[in-house]
């Protein structure tokens, strides 16, 4: 088994998260609710360039990410030998 660091695994989901929302309003902070530290963590490092920014997989990202954490929730093991 790998072992996970949940904090670094919880910052990267809410990079992704954020990420996810603002691309699909088009940076548009209009009617936007996010977490202060989402947003200042997101205007550090995103670039503004939405042109070709392709969300076709946007479905399977959440939800290999929802059953991540369905599994972590569970204790169940991701995959391998005993899993």
Request: proline share 4%.
């Amino acid at each position: 088994m790998l072992p996970i660091d949940v904090l670094v695994l919880c910052d990267v989901i809410d990079y992704l998260c954020g990420s996810v929302i603002l691309v699909r309003v088009k940076y548009s902070l209009h009617n936007v609710t996010l977490p202060r530290s989402w947003f200042i963590n997101l205007l550090r490092r995103l670039k503004r360039e939405t042109q070709g920014v392709g969300t076709e997989y946007l479905g399977c990202l959440i939800g290999s990410i929802k059953q991540l954490l369905d599994r972590l929730q569970a204790g169940v093991a991701t995959g391998g030998p005993s899993g």
